[in-house]
């Protein structure tokens, strides 16, 4: 984790900047439907795919630049020719590029030695800032069954990515896990990138 060390100056022309939401009104985007089909090596067929998805962008309640919020909506199905035990699950990867930790305001003393010694005591504001990291949202999760269409709906699930500074991206999933007492198999669809 990295430490910013910010005059107070500075800090007052930098916090608007992140502490103030985008202005503007929602947007939503259609994003394109995925499929693939599988067959396992013992003979069984699987698929799974997306549809529908769309990402309704919205600005964040709070009026943070550091919070993204949007309302996600989709079809994730799967269709297995087989006899085996199975679950679809539907979620979200998020993304954000930079982590905002937590905070200090306070003073730093500095001796300056040029004509006269003195010493000069300025506040400062330290702001950690770490990587962004991925993380999995799961939304729902359905079993299997044999020989029919399997689908999970989802409409205006709320996501929300706080403490994020720099572009969030969303990347919808669908996977589909069999077992059968010999073989455990598993195929999965990813959507297209998207960004909050």
């Known amino acids: 984790m990295k430490a910013l060390l910010v005059a107070a100056g500075t800090v007052v022309a930098w916090v608007p900047s992140i502490a103030l939401a985008p202005s503007g009104e929602a947007e939503i985007v259609t994003m394109p439907a995925h499929e693939k089909q599988f067959t396992s090596p013992n003979g069984m067929v699987f698929s799974v795919g997306s549809r529908d998805e769309t990402i309704n962008r919205i600005p964040p309640l709070n009026m ?21 035990a199975g679950k679809l699950r539907m979620g979200y990867h998020v993304g954000c590029a930079v982590s905002i930790g937590t905070g200090t305001v306070g003073f730093q003393p500095e001796i300056i030695i040029a004509p006269q010694a003195f010493l000069n005591i300025g506040p400062v504001a330290v702001l950690d800032l770490g990587p962004g990291e991925v993380v999995e949202v799961p939304i729902r999760e359905k079993e299997l069954i044999p020989g029919k269409l399997v689908q999970v709906v989802v409409r205006d699930f709320h996501l929300r990515v706080d403490a994020c500074s720099g572009p969030v991206t969303l990347r919808q999933y669908a996977y589909v896990d069999l077992a059968t007492p010999e073989l455990d198999d598993s195929g999965a669809v990813f959507g297209d990138p998207s960004w909050l």
């Open 64 to 84: 943070m630049g550091t919070t993204r919020e949007a309302f996600v909506s989709g079809t994730a199905y799967a269709r297995l020719e087989g006899d085996a």
